[in-house]
């Protein structure tokens, strides 16, 4: 169980993570989304102790990481997986940190086989290609076998191999019961991996919901419309309040469900091709929920960033 | 004790303080023949530890990296995470660089010392006083602090270049620049800490026998009992100002 509660962290005048409140549970993969730079690795560096809040408060297990006594028994992170020493090998690099957490010797081969790392157990890290170095880093996150689990953006440049055998281990860990929190700005990916999903914008909670109903949510009232005269209607749909946004030959309202747009065009004569509600996916919900919030929406694609623009500007 | 031993496995799994370990020992000794058999005066206690200042630049080359490594490869952010207790575990990292640079030192000195000896049998390279003690094993002490010394301006520079330059800098030209400033540059120089812990290690020369061969003698005022401690306390001030700042520091 992971809790933060009224978690604040400023640098100067920016604030990275604002007043932000929410709890990932037991037993479920929770989602942690954002785009780059919304404050998901600040509010990760401070549930671990890393960084000082500077006001709220960020608990595991109802503890504050600096009260655990031997905290690699009770979380573990994968942060970055570039964080060894390149010239220390795999192993040694796990066997500081199990001595660090009395954790017995023997845990570290076991966590190599776990990741599938142990013919090159001796190697220095450095060499590790990123899938390898990643596979290092869950090892790490492993070793003291804790009931929660946290990992930053652990997708990042791996191949789709890699990708797959992350996501089947995440949904093992939290089959398990153990508290898994991933944080992620690939929306596609969250789909696939989250039960649970913690959404964020510059610092803020956009929504906590179930993943399912977060999509649903928000992408019920987005519809595509087809017509020979959408020069003519598309100035209907805007004073009607719709937000517009164009794909090409067609134009997906949001804001307005079937019904009133049939009911629009029948009014204003306009002949409709096509009219059919869309299930968005997850990065259309997101740009939609999250569009006021986002910092740098050139980080996203630029596609969704002009989407994500047009949506703000309609409103 | 633990985390003493998690300190010794990071730092003998890396490469850096085996090569600043034999690299020391290399200058050190190296430096003790080369004057045993080039001197035309009567070698001494003091003249087989020459040379001590080298080896002391590259053992502050060796604890800085100890502690600037872990910033620039994000493994403090490990040892955090493992350690949350941030003093004890720089504490801990403290002692063993500390520990290790007494043994580098103590076998640097002795070694020197040692084949000097056998280069220059009709030397007296015996040690007779508590002079001749202080300069030969004082050598582990001396880079033992400076270890500490290093390790905490690491702590609060954090980058491998800034910290070793400052360091360097300081203890080879600072220190010796400052005489120049009229006036009050002796007074100052006074108090510098090298300047002090070079009292410590030669005294008043008496290690350098009847030849009396050697660079300038400390302007130290202290007994060379309390330049050491002058020295540690300095060492001890650095270290505990770095360990608030790394406790107040995001990692």
Redesign the interface.
Known sequence: MIEANGLTKRYGKTVAVDDLTFAAEAGKVTGFLGPNGAGKSTTM?ML?????PTSGTATIDGKR??E?RH??RTVG?L??A????????AR??L???A????IPKRRVDEVLETVGLTSVAGKRAGGFSLGMSQRLGIA?ALLGDPQVLLFDEPVNGLDPEGIFWIRQFMHRLADEGRTVFVSSHLLSEMALTANELIVIGRGKLIAQSSTKEFVARASENAVKVRSPQLTAFRPVLSAAGAGLIDEDGSVIVSGLDCEAIGELAAKHDVVLHELSPQHGSLEAAFMQLAGDAVEYTAVIDSEDAAKAAELVAAR | MTLLAVERIKLFTTRSPWWCAAVTLAIVIGFAALITGTADFQVSVASTQSGYGFGLAVIMVLAALSITTEYRFGTIRTTFQAVPNRTSALLAKTTVVALLALVIGEAAAFGALGLSAVMDSGANLALSSAADWRQVAGVGVVYALTAVMAVAVGIMIRHSAGAISLLLIYSMLVESLIPLIPAVGEDIHRWMPFNVVEKFLSGDGSARGAAAEGPPLSTSTLSPTLALVYFAGVAALLLTVSLVVAKKRDA
């Open positions: 560096r671990l102790g890393l960084d000082n990481y600096h655990l905290p690699l992170a942060l970055d570039k964080w060894v020493h390149p010239n220390r090998s040694a690099h066997t500081w940190m001595k660090a957490n009395g790490g």
